[in-house]
């Protein structure tokens, strides 16, 4: 099957189960390794220190940072990358807990990975379920050599997950200091 952006491929297999179970526990490790880093010990020292907004934006330009040396980097990931550590700096924030976004950020990797067989981040491909290559002309729709992350329809997606997340918890501290929302 060919797309605007990708030429993809169905290519599961039964025998290749153990790898598919052995590549989730591995993502939720990496990925959970990164949340403990950037938004458990960074932003938990700066949150400490009473300084919220600094550990919003140190921990997402750190996150960001941390994705630099990867193939395919440039200002496209970026922006995405921050749009998204922000997202889950904010959720972090709000919610006191990394398990949520230490999750959400293993099944993103996960599917990109391992289910939809892209570039994860401008690692090489661990395709399972399907192989996604991406078509070397379009890399604003399919992100290149950086993965679908790098993609234009990807940062707009982040950033969309960046207003909704905030639209949404102004909105909860707004009703709640009101005296409208009582188990928030």
Known sequence: MQNKGFIVKYIFNWNNSGWFCLFLMGF??????????????????LLEANLPKTAIWVNSLLFMMLHMANAGFNWLPACGLLFFALAMSIIRLKTQSLWFVGAFHA????????????????????????????LPAKPLINGGEFGIEGSLISVLLDGLLLLLVSLYFLYKTKYKSKGHLTDI
């Open 28 to 45: 939720m490790v990496q990925s959970m390794f990164d949340e403990l880093l950037c938004r458990g010990y960074v932003m938990g020292r």
């Open 107 to 134: 099944a993103w990797n996960f599917a990109e990975g391992v289910i939809f067989g892209s570039s994860v981040s401008g690692e090489d491909t661990v395709a399972i379920i399907f192989n996604s290559v991406p």
